[in-house]
């Protein structure tokens, strides 16, 4: 049996309508864009900023989020066509199966698996700690032993939020959809208020220099190394040109999540239409906003003062504003609190479509009869998400949540060509302008970004990889419908 058979778009989407297996469609074009403004717009833009600009670029931080935002942008321009193609769920993982053959499918949703469960998890600890915070501000303090999984015994408020998500996640794709708007809604008014309140404490003399003389970065050697430094023997310097570069690399980690939009698109009522502009439209927004935050940010205080840690808090605090600082943590909050939602959204409609397909068990696939929700998978990551981000700090292992993306970007830029390449007449309700060169671009500024993780992240994503042949072989491969479709012949005969 040949482990790159594809399935064709055809069969793809003649599943989605058996009736144990279908999802009830009932979301529009705008709850997409707001699913992907409500899972982007988190951690990344209340902490990554300060790390960014205070270590590598300085004020030009927002030139780093502008040329990751590029980089994102042709990714999303792939995710764009090939979801308004195969209007089915599972994103990167349907797309390679139609495009490039089961293998390489099996991969990618293995791959998706340890970025949105692990990043769900490590978002959930994230919320965590902000909501340890927001309590200390009021007065209350939580026990140690249930607050925190490093320096206590189990972090209980990170297992709640995300099994409180997922009882709203089984109970149907419209609810969910409404609540993460209320939460986007909120987020975003934060979001606004610091733009708007943050220009009246801008100081033109924190803006200079715009872009910091280049300064030798310091030298890591062994795991802790990047690739890049790995391969050509120095690490990207700080500042300068090259520490603009690095910073993208860093900040392209608050995009993460755009591609979580494409995993709905069975549940979408128009999804041709309306899947890329959920894609794009909240890439374009969240671009804007963050380009804004990071200028005010620089603009308030010296970038080589900022707190890496929380810079929009600590640069109202600076000010003496501290009350404007604890609605910017109450803000932050919500905002992780979509994440984990819609991190778990993606995860589940991943896995069923795997289970559809049988790479994973069929059962795993059920839909519940009221809610139209893929109940039993939804339940099962919740649990797992819950546990992990229970039991574990999950610091160590937040990078592969990032070389995951990415590798999802680059397989997706090249089966959306394949496909186009070996299926032109498909009907394809969007489609890239001068797709050769987009899909290429794509490519190499992934490989590019991928370069500077460190060489620990790509020893535990490879090992992660490895244990995903060792199930494929063993049970995907022959269990797969394709794999059952091959060998019904043998038997008539």
């Given at each position: 049996m040949s482990v790159m058979r594809t399935k064709s778009v055809e069969q793809a989407i003649r599943e989605t309508e058996e009736p144990e297996h279908r999802l009830r469609k009932d979301?529009?074009?705008?709850?997409?864009?707001?699913?992907?403004?409500?899972?982007?717009?988190?951690?990344?833009?209340?902490?990554?900023?300060?790390?960014?600009?205070q270590e590598s670029a300085g004020p030009a931080v927002?030139?780093?989020?502008?040329?990751?935002?590029?980089?994102?942008?042709?990714?999303?321009?792939?995710?764009?066509?090939f979801a308004s193609t195969?209007?089915?769920?599972?994103?990167?993982?349907?797309?390679?199966?139609?495009?490039?053959?089961?293998?390489?499918?099996?991969?990618?949703?293995?791959?998706?698996?340890?970025?949105?469960?692990?990043g769900a998890a490590t978002v959930s600890v994230g919320w965590s700690q902000y909501l340890a915070v927001l309590l200390e501000s009021l007065g209350w303090n939580l026990p140690t032993s249930i607050a925190s999984a490093e320096d206590g015994v189990f972090n209980l408020p990170a297992a709640l939020i995300a099994l409180a998500l997922t009882a709203v996640?089984?109970?149907?794709?419209r609810i969910s959809s409404r609540l993460n708007a209320v939460i986007v809604m909120i987020k975003l008014a934060v979001v606004l208020f610091v733009i708007v309140a943050g220009l009246f404490f801008v100081k033109a003399s924190n803006y200079s220099p715009f872009i910091p003389p280049t300064k030798p970065a310091e030298d890591e050697s062994g795991l802790s190394a990047t690739l890049i430094q790995t391969i050509f023997g120095s690490g990207p310097a700080s500042f300068g040109v090259s520490g603009i570069l690095a910073a993208a690399a860093l900040v392209f980690f608050a995009y993460i999540g755009f591609d979580v939009v494409a995993t709905a698109?069975?549940?979408?009522?128009?999804?041709?239409?309306?899947?890329?502009?959920?894609?794009?439209?909240?890439?374009?927004?969240?671009?804007?906003?963050?380009?804004a935050v990071s200028l005010v940010v620089v603009g308030m205080q010296k970038y080589s003062e900022l707190d890496p840690e929380a810079?929009?808090?600590?640069?109202?605090?600076d000010v003496g504003h501290p009350l404007f600082a604890d609605f910017i943590t109450i803000g932050a909050l919500a905002g992780l609190t979509t994440v984990i939602m819609v991190l778990m959204l993606?995860?589940?409609?991943?896995?069923?479509a795997m289970s559809r397909d049988g790479l994973l068990p069929r059962g795993l696939g059920r839909v519940h009869p009221r809610f139209g929700t893929p109940y039993v998978i939804t339940i099962i990551v919740g649990i797992v998400v819950a546990v992990l981000a229970g039991l574990l700090p999950l610091s160590a292992l937040a990078e592969m949540v990032n070389i995951g993306t990415l590798f999802a970007f680059v397989l997706v830029s090249i089966a959306v060509l394949v496909l186009r390449r070996t299926r032109p007449d498909l009907p394809r309700a969007f489609r890239v302008r001068a797709l050769p060169v987009v899909s290429t671009l794509a490519v190499i500024s992934c490989v590019i970004l991928m370069l500077f993780l460190e060489v620990a992240t790509w020893l535990r994503f490879l090992a992660w990889m490895a244990l995903g042949f060792v199930i494929y072989f063993a049970y995907g491969r022959t269990h797969s419908r394709l794999a059952r479709a091959e060998r019904e012949p043998a038997r008539v005969d």
């Open positions: 979301l529009s074009g705008m709850d997409l864009t707001v699913f992907g403004i409500g899972v982007i717009i988190g951690t990344g833009i209340f902490v990554l900023t300060g790390e960014a600009a927002a030139i780093s989020f502008v040329l990751a935002a590029i980089a994102c942008g042709l990714a999303g321009l792939c995710y764009a066509e195969v209007p089915v769920a599972g994103s990167a993982y349907t797309f390679s199966y139609a495009g490039i053959g089961e293998f390489v499918a099996w991969i990618i949703g293995w791959d998706l698996i340890l970025e949105l469960m692990l996640l089984v109970t149907g794709i698109a069975e549940e979408t009522r128009n999804p041709q239409r309306d899947v890329p502009r959920g894609i794009l439209g909240s890439l374009v927004v969240c671009t804007i906003l963050y380009v810079p929009l808090a600590t640069a109202f605090r993606g995860q589940s409609r991943v896995a069923f």
